[in-house]
């Protein structure tokens, strides 16, 4: 096997591959390891590795000897430091054991080679922390790779590896997806494991997968990790069969409601509203009922539970930093954005955080009332395509709210279903005339990522993207 060869696989397609002993895992990691190497070059993507072999993993595993890579934060691995992208950890922490879900990828075979890059705790819509520099985007390094899941999103994009771990709070899994032309699904609340060190993240906010390539990938590994552990606060409904299985398979006629304005008010792109008008296009001449509808979206309300659940995870975060550690956090070591969000996370009360989760609570019912009406709500995944390198500047001087009225105004359609726990996948289904990718989200009810993978699976039919391919590449860098 040579690197176009490795680089032209999906996951699924390189497990194959494998497990037929027509190349080994051995020969494989090798040439990741050269592939990862190269174009992290160009895009400072990888914040440690690749290892000189990779993590232990299950030889008889779904994904065995598949090269991939965990994001620096939330999901970490026994030995090896992680830094949550912020100068507070130093040369990081080494955490004593895996995460559950860090179990479950070397169960599934997933053999780990690399730490990916991300924002400061996570709190952008792009990565550029100053614990590593800026992550750059494969398809025009000018650009942002997105975040927080940047680092992930830039690896896989490149040909570097195929699969990588992401994790999303307000769309760290779909924003870095639609800026690199990749499959992010963000699965419903309690569908993947997030402990032992904590119960759900970001009071419920936090959702753990990967970005692929393929729906099939997408699919395949929520097979693999989508398992519940004793104390975990959620056992939500299972799938009716593997997830694997909805590939492929008919989604019959359904209602899809088709928005593209900012519920912020803010700009969108107008190539990006025309990539959503072309998916709708396309899944009504397949057969499903389409019309213009949105849930009632009290956006204000909406970003200030933002700014509180997100300024007190951050202060909470910190304060664990610094009794794990001895380190008092402050401006020498913070962004300046995240310092702000941590102080004014110190003041928030219990009244006020109490509030702010009722206000979650209100969102919540409202779009599920939505969803009895409509199986699924197709939009932007993003307001434009990947914006310039510091156009979400983290340590600029900005207060809490202005920063998270920034980020949000620029990511305005994804955090909604952080609030309400439902599942939401973007597609790749179109491109600028700048060359970018632009995302496409789809967002279900509860338990619907089933419903959402055949949909996916149906749209990756009919407006495939497999043969784009970004200018910095594993096969370019060689």
């Not at 520099?133 to 942002?144: C, D, I, L, Q």
């Not at 109490?354 to 009332?369: D, F, M, Y």
């Amino acid at each position: 096997m040579n690197i176009d060869e490795y680089a032209a696989l999906d996951a699924t397609a390189l497990a194959a591959v494998i497990a037929s002993g027509e190349v080994t895992a051995d020969e494989v990691a090798e040439l990741a390891t050269t592939a990862i190497a190269s174009v992290d070059k160009e895009l400072n993507a990888v914040a440690a590795g690749p290892f000189e072999r990779p993590l232990d993993y299950a030889a008889d595993g779904r994904f065995a000897g598949v090269p991939f890579a965990i994001k620096d934060l939330v999901c970490h691995a026994a030995g090896v430091p992680t830094r949550m992208g912020t100068r507070l950890l130093g040369e990081g922490i080494v955490p004593p054991a895996d995460t559950h879900l860090m179990e479950r990828f070397r169960a599934s075979g997933l053999a780990t080679l690399a730490v990916t890059t991300t924002p400061e705790l996570g709190f952008n819509g792009n990565s550029e922390a100053l614990a590593y520099g800026s992550t750059r985007n494969p398809w025009n390094t000018a650009h942002s790779a997105g975040g927080s899941s940047g680092g992930a999103a830039a690896l896989v994009s490149a040909g570097a590896i195929p699969i990588a771990h992401a994790n999303d709070g307000g769309g760290s899994i779909r924003v870095p997806a639609a800026c690199n032309g990749l499959v992010g699904l963000k699965p419903g609340r309690g569908r993947v494991p997030a402990g032992p060190d904590a119960a759900e993240g970001l009071y419920g906010m936090g959702a753990e997968l990967a970005l692929t390539r393929t729906v099939r990938d997408t699919a395949a590994l929520l097979d693999e990790v989508a398992v519940s552990y004793p104390g975990d606060p959620f056992v939500i409904a299972p799938p009716a069969r593997p997830w694997i299985d909805e590939v492929g398979a008919d989604p019959g006629r359904l209602r899809i409601a088709v928005h593209t304005e900012s519920w912020a008010g803010s700009y969108v792109d107008p190539e990006v509203a025309q990539a959503v008008e072309a998916a709708a296009r396309t899944l009504e001449a397949a057969g499903h009922h389409v019309e213009r509808q949105t849930p009632n979206i009290e956006w204000e309300q909406l970003l200030n539970t933002n700014h509180v659940l997100w300024s007190s995870f951050l202060a909470e975060a910190v304060a664990g930093i610094e009794a794990m550690t001895g380190t008092t956090a402050g401006p020498a070591n913070l962004e300046r954005t995240t310092w702000a969000c941590v102080q004014y996370g110190r003041t928030v009360s219990a009244v006020e955080l109490g509030v702010a989760l009722a206000a979650v609570n209100t969102v919540t019912r409202e779009v599920g009332r939505f969803f009895t009406d409509y199986d699924i709500l197709l939009t932007p995944t993003m307001n434009t395509p990947a914006p310039l390198l510091g156009h979400l500047d983290a340590n600029a001087d900005l207060s809490a709210i202005e920063w998270t009225t920034w980020i949000f105004d620029n990511c305005s359609f994804t955090p909604l279903f952080n609030q309400t726990g439902t599942p939401a996948i973007s597609l790749p289904l179109g491109q600028s005339k700048q060359g970018l990718p632009i995302g496409v989200q789809m967002a279900g009810p509860a338990c619907s990522e089933a419903m959402l993978l055949r949909v996916a699976a149906q749209l990756e039919e009919a407006m495939p993207w497999a043969d784009r391919r970004p200018i910095v590449h594993a096969t370019t860098t060689k």
